[in-house]
């Protein structure tokens, strides 16, 4: 158990996510990552962050280790009415504070209950019993009430795992709290600032080589990159302390734009279909997708941006060579002499669909993205795309992806999206 002491700075923070679902797959946890953005805003930074099993000596030993380094420390989850919700109890345990039925806890599940037509059973009942000298943290959209205490120098909050009633326990009352601790220990740390850009098309180490040495390592910033299926991510975030001052912030920003610029496509948190469709939008133009290996992601993709009838017209799943040749009129002739998989098909699908839908562009992508299905001449990953444009334009590109399926198909349709807007940035003049 950790020594008892003063306070930690609450800057220092600590999230514990408790449920073994989130250990064996199938579910992630997106509550530390929407903890540490509230956070961020009051200038507080997760500097830990642990995921443990429903078992109850386990969460105790999370929560001692916590204990020994965070100032703040936020579990979520094991707060239920079922056997394997345990929280309480380890919480109970490792801080030697008794669990007691609390009235108002009670009376507000109750209520809640009482809503839903039901009464509480056994097991609700264990959902009001709280540490003793722990104030109830009340949920208003569901029936398990939080809590938090002061313990060994840290702070300590439980809130359910539930996302939708974390956030709103975590909006209504924890962000309160923790400004009003702020207030009274008499710190006010700087809002963590983090702006993101996107880049697409230039590998993890090549960025790295780009932007190295933009951030000096006395600058209170951490310089972060993350690669995906959709590009490169490229993040400068602030430290809580000590405070960096706007323009200096925007000069590292004007640094990443300038070393990046080529394949800078997008920055916070709009994604490559958002910004397609804007340029689509602005400079009034419409297009229509021919796909096959992606299955008509690129399509889905688009018309997840609200207002996407504006510009996109149709799309064809082509998966077969006859289907290719019925919806698009490409020739059996090219397909045999070149395969499916080739440049030429892919700009013959793209002129075809354009074509036919008469819109300003057209894309096309066609491809292999395995398990099986390759060849040494045309192996998986091999991923031909094409455009066809009102101004006579016509661009075919290969590209050799590496990943599984899923990822083939995802970088796929990144890069089909981003010849697009290319060519938009680069040919249409706007209306």
Not at 172 to 188: D, G, I, K, N
Not at 252 to 271: I, K, Q
Not at 296 to 316: C, E, F, K, N, W
Not at 369 to 375: C, F, I, M, N, W
């Amino acid at each position: 158990m950790p020594p008892r002491r003063s306070l930690r700075p609450l800057h220092l923070a600590e999230t514990i996510a408790v449920g073994s679902e989130l250990l064996v797959g199938g579910r992630t946890d997106s509550n530390s990552l929407r903890i540490a953005e509230e956070f961020g805003r009051l200038g507080i930074g997760v500097r830990f962050k642990s995921i443990v099993g429903d078992d109850r000596k386990d969460i105790r030993t999370a929560v001692a280790t916590a204990a020994g380094r965070a100032g703040l420390i936020v579990l979520t989850g094991g707060l239920g009415p079922t056997v394997d919700d345990c929280t309480r109890e380890a919480i109970s345990d490792v801080t030697g504070r008794r669990l007691a039925l609390r009235k108002d806890a009670f009376d507000a599940l109750k209520k809640r209950l009482a809503e839903w037509g039901r009464i509480p059973n056994a097991g609700q009942r264990r959902q009001a019993q709280i540490p003793d000298g722990a104030t109830v943290i009340p949920n208003p959209v569901g029936s398990a009430p939080g809590f938090w205490m002061k313990w060994h120098g840290a702070l300590l909050v439980s809130l359910p795992g539930v996302p939708w009633e974390m956030e709103t326990m975590l909006r209504h009352s924890v962000t309160p709290l923790l400004t009003s601790e702020l207030t009274r220990v008499r710190m006010r740390p700087s809002p963590i600032t983090r702006l993101v850009f996107h880049t697409f098309g230039l590998p993890e180490a090549e960025v790295d080589a780009k932007i190295k040495g933009l951030v000096k390592p006395t600058t209170p910033v951490d310089l972060g990159l993350l690669a995906s299926p959709t590009g490169v991510l490229v993040s400068l975030t602030t430290r809580p302390s000590p405070a960096l001052s706007g323009p200096r912030l925007q000069r590292l920003a004007e640094g990443v734009r300038s070393r990046l610029r080529d394949w800078l496509y997008a920055e916070g948190s709009e994604s490559m279909e958002e910004v397609v469709g804007r340029l689509l939008t602005t400079h009034r133009k419409t297009v229509a997708m021919a796909e096959s290996c992606t299955g008509g992601l690129i399509g889905h993709r688009l018309t997840q941006v609200p207002g996407s009838s504006a510009y996109v017209d149709r799309g064809v799943m082509c998966y077969s060579n006859q289907a290719k040749t019925d919806l698009l009129g490409v020739p059996p002739s090219l397909i045999e002499r070149h395969g499916a998989v080739s440049a030429e098909v892919a700009s013959a699908m793209a002129r075809g669909m354009r074509e036919r839908s008469g819109v300003s562009v057209a894309l096309s992508v066609t491809g292999i993205a395995g398990p099986g299905g390759g060849t040494p001449a045309k192996p998986v990953g091999l991923v031909y795309i094409g455009l066809d444009a009102e101004d006579g334009r016509s661009i075919t590109k290969e590209y050799r992806f590496s990943g599984d399926r899923t990822v083939v198909k995802q970088r796929a349709s990144q890069a089909a999206l981003d010849l697009l807007r290319r060519w938009l940035l680069e040919r249409a003049e706007p209306a």
